[in-house]
């Protein structure tokens, strides 16, 4: 009798060890893919590498307005670092109102960050399960982004972004799951950090947060071009609305002293160059 209790006992952890055996579990995700933006008149495409949460992008295809340098992103820590190999020097930002030309896919993220997600069922998309997800502004019912986010993957496969002015998608292709190189997501040897305060190098999992004191008081005017132009799309995002979050960004950094000005051309009268407006002075 105490020998059969033994035996159960001993299968019963035998079970259980292997149910949180970490073979149980799913390996780290690591693909590779294109990644690729339509919007209205301008198309993108980006290499895309992913490792558990680290993430580089390197632009391929696209207007030579947006840099085409490698950028690495750790989803953990919000950090972005654009490489430049020529200058042998990388920048660095977490504020994704800053990065969002260079990083598309933490700039997707950060547009929708006050919108309510609604599920909305699965589809498969490229082959991978994917749950889907709705994003409306508050108060709206039109669906501002719809999102298909593959759990096996853990990244969105497609994102459409829903625009009075044309639609833009942002979407995966030729996803091949493989092993990546740790180097592709660290900062390279030699190169030092762009800017007045410059640091040695070091992966992106180990980069701690600065922050700058804001400019000293005074009178300070931002100028906004608000003419149609600024429509136009930009890595999938209106002009309008990247001038618009880093305004807002640059706003909360001013001390509580400054005088600050706002003066808007171009946002009443088409084609007039001297449509110039002050709307706030304070």
Known sequence: MVMHRLTVVWNVVLFVSFLISPFSFSHAVQF?????????????????????????????????????????????????????????????????????????????????????????????????????VEYREAGKEAVAYRVWTSGTLDFAVRTIAYATNGNATMALRNIKKSPQDDSLFSIPAGYTRAGPSKRASGSIGQTGKSKTSPAASGNIIFILDASGSMWGQVGGF???????????????????????GLVAYGHRRKGDCGDVEELILR
């Open 32 to 132: 590779s893919a294109e990644l690729v933006i339509t919007s209205p008149g301008r198309n993108f495409v980006y290499d895309l590498k992913v490792k558990d949460n680290l993430m580089r992008l390197e632009k391929t295809a696209g207007p030579p307005n947006v840099p085409s340098l490698p950028v690495i992103f750790n989803k953990e820590t919000g950090v972005t670092q654009g490489l430049m190999p020529r200058e042998h020097q990388y920048v660095e930002a977490s504020e994704p109102v800053k990065t969002m030309i260079m990083n598309p896919v933490a700039g997707w993220e950060f547009m929708r960050r006050n919108m309510t997600g609604t599920p909305a069922g699965t589809e498969t998309v490229e082959g991978y399960p994917c749950d889907v």
């Open 238 to 260: 209106a002009k309008i609305t990247i001038a618009r979050d880093v305004l807002t960004s640059l706003i909360k950094e001013l001390p509580d002293n400054a005088t600050v």
